[in-house]
């Protein structure tokens, strides 16, 4: 059956799966799987331990897991960090999906949540196809609003070729700058996570394991909300 959401919004059980009583819990949650990996434990089974003491639902079990990470990650992240205010100046990287749908799940006002390393995931699934939305443009305004505010100086998007619309994403990148005079850049590749790892440029990502073993990254979107108008649904899990 064709996707024909219009917004990048929330599940039909965000609101109760996520309500201010489930919150305690949640955080509990994130701080035993955050124990287990300190341990060395699996990542699997322990998601299902600690799912399974919580009683979490699958989306639930997905925030969690996203939001949780060993002490030795948490360490070596923050070491990586550069601050948005440093990135004058500099061309970054950016994880295209990764950073695009959850800008697009923040304007919907969706739950988007604070992880145990600051960075802002969510919960949203394109599962192998891409389709804009409403909230797609407005995006990538608020992206670019935020990015001039900074003065970087270039912006290279990459974006997953195996994802069906990628190319159309692309080419909407390039007709935004032409139009607006960004100093953006656009790129389809099989594997972006490898690029993202290798480069010597500051990403922007959310990713774990590219996280883990990039360069530098800046955690921009935590940026971003701190600057809008308006209170974002953030959920800290931290």
Same mark, same amino acid.
């Given at each position: 059956?064709?996707? %024909?959401? %219009?917004?990048?919004?929330?599940?039909?059980?965000? *609101?109760?799966?996520?309500?201010?009583?489930?919150?305690? +819990?949640?955080?509990?949650?994130?701080?035993?799987?955050?124990?287990?990996? *300190?341990?060395?434990?699996?990542?699997?089974?322990?998601?299902?331990?600690?799912?399974?003491?919580?009683?979490?639902? &699958?989306?639930?079990?997905?925030?969690?897991?996203?939001?949780?990470?060993?002490?030795?990650?948490?360490?070596?992240?923050?070491?990586?960090?550069?601050?948005?205010?440093?990135?004058?100046? %500099?061309?970054?990287?950016?994880?295209?999906?990764?950073?695009?749908?959850?800008?697009?799940?923040?304007?919907?006002?969706? +739950? @988007?949540?604070? +992880?145990?390393?600051?960075? =802002?995931?969510?919960?949203?699934?394109?599962?192998?196809?891409?389709?804009?939305?409403? &909230?797609?443009?407005?995006?990538?305004?608020?992206?670019?609003?935020?990015?001039?505010?900074?003065?970087?100086?270039? @912006?290279? $998007?990459?974006?997953? +070729?195996?994802?069906?619309?990628?190319?159309?994403?692309?080419?909407? @990148?390039? &007709?935004?700058?032409?139009?607006?005079?960004?100093? $953006?850049?656009? &790129?389809?590749?099989?594997?972006?996570?490898?690029?993202?790892?290798?480069?010597?440029?500051?990403?922007?990502?959310?990713?774990?394991?590219?996280?883990?073993?990039?360069?530098?990254?800046?955690?921009?979107?935590?940026?971003?909300?701190? %600057?809008?108008?308006?209170?974002?649904? =953030?959920?800290?899990?931290?």
């Amino acid at each position: 059956m064709p996707d %024909k959401r %219009k917004h990048r919004g929330p599940g039909p059980e965000d *609101t109760k799966l996520f309500a201010a009583g489930r919150i305690a +819990s949640l955080r509990s949650a994130v701080a035993d799987l955050s124990m287990l990996l *300190t341990k060395g434990y699996a990542e699997t089974s322990s998601l299902k331990l600690v799912g399974d003491r919580f009683s979490l639902t &699958e989306r639930q079990r997905i925030a969690v897991k996203r939001c949780a990470c060993s002490d030795r990650r948490l360490e070596i992240r923050k070491q990586k960090e550069i601050e948005p205010g440093d990135l004058n100046d %500099k061309t970054i990287v950016i994880d295209g999906y990764n950073i695009l749908i959850t800008i697009e799940t923040i304007l919907s006002e969706a +739950s @988007v949540f604070v +992880s145990r390393d600051g960075c =802002i995931r969510d919960i949203a699934g394109i599962h192998g196809t891409y389709r804009t939305v409403e &909230e797609t443009i407005p995006a990538f305004e608020l992206i670019a609003q935020t990015l001039n505010s900074l003065e970087v100086a270039h @912006v290279l $998007w990459l974006f997953d +070729s195996p994802v069906s619309n990628s190319g159309k994403l692309k080419t909407l @990148v390039y &007709e935004l700058a032409e139009k607006n005079n960004w100093p $953006w850049g656009a &790129e389809l590749m099989a594997n972006p996570d490898k690029e993202l790892i290798a480069t010597d440029k500051i990403i922007i990502t959310a990713d774990s394991d590219v996280l883990d073993k990039c360069t530098h990254f800046s955690n921009l979107t935590a940026y971003i909300i701190d %600057k809008l108008p308006t209170p974002a649904n =953030i959920i800290d899990l931290s």
